[in-house]
């Protein structure tokens, strides 16, 4: 019979999968994101844009919350 893991041991593996995951989303959306504005994102970035920046922090905090509540939900 298998030892059954240490909670610590299974909680670092849930938030290391949710970070990689939470990075894959981050990383999707800025490429949907970037593919629907008339202006290239990262460019904009380069020269120093700060509106730009604030729309794509925006947006990085809120598919990181999303996917912050849905790791966080499924560990109960």
Known sequence: ???PMSPI???L?????GGAITLVFM???Y????LFTPINVAQELANGNQAVGS???GM???IGVAMGLVIGLSLN
């Open 60 to 62: 990085f905090i809120g």
């Open 1 to 3: 019979m298998p030892r």
């Open 55 to 57: 729309m794509v922090m």
């Open 31 to 34: 490429f949907i994101f970037n």
């Open 13 to 17: 593996i849930y938030a290391l999968l």
């Open 27 to 29: 990383w999707i959306g």
């Open 9 to 11: 041991i299974v909680n």
